[in-house]
């Protein structure tokens, strides 16, 4: 319960002793501790995770990834997220409530890639070799009664970057989900190494 910061007493209730000093003292006359409880509550916040790099593809391929809350809320919260461009990337969830009952259950998030070619408004075959394209999932909207979270902003609120595979141009692509670091303890590092265009044959990279 967010209650915050509770001061509280403690004070001496009885004196037993055959020591007429102590067995007579006038209880109200005595110290009192005063001890204030601290309020604990976890910070509000978003929590996204994805295992790998998140990919799709021109093709229609997908790639997931799941969020839930930080901490338990004494209401519901309304989260409401978004594809900073569709015309790459669509969502199959975009209004998720959480409650506390449901808070730290992950709801999972699909992300489709979108085929220039689908476009309906481009006619020019030459624009739909744009190359590897990046785009964000965001928290676009969150509101609640529970104070910490309805004070939240879409900006604070977290996102995950997306990127669609263009299959209109050949090439390679490295990619890392963060910087890459290895040891002489045997920490491994991974990257994903893509084609940017399905080939008509085999390519072998070395």
């Known amino acids: 319960e967010d209650d915050g910061d509770v001061t509280y007493f403690i004070e001496v209730d009885r004196i037993d002793s055959n020591d007429p000093g102590y067995d007579n003292m006038d209880l109200d006359k005595l110290q009192k501790v005063e001890i204030v409880n601290k309020e604990t509550d976890e910070e509000a916040g978003i929590v996204f995770e994805a295992e790998d790099v ?68 481009d006619d020019d075959p030459s624009d739909f070799a744009d190359g590897n394209v990046s785009f964000l999932v965001s928290v676009v909207s969150i509101s609640s009664s529970d104070s910490r979270y309805g004070s939240l902003t879409p900006g604070n609120a977290g996102n995950v970057t997306v990127t669609n595979i263009d299959n209109d141009t050949a090439g390679l692509r490295f990619i890392a989900n963060e910087d890459l670091e290895t040891s002489e303890n045997e920490d491994v590092a991974t990257f994903l190494l893509v084609l940017d265009k399905a080939p008509e044959y085999d390519v072998e990279v070395t």
């Open 54 to 121: 998140l990919l799709t593809t021109e093709n229609g391929g997908t790639a997931s990834f799941t969020i839930a809350l930080k901490s338990q809320p004494t209401s519901a919260v309304y989260v409401e997220l978004e594809s900073s461009n569709t015309d790459e990337g669509t969502i199959d969830v975009n209004k998720i409530t959480f409650n506390a009952d449901n808070w730290e259950n992950p709801v999972t998030i699909t992300v489709t890639g979108i085929d220039d070619e689908d476009q309906e408004d």
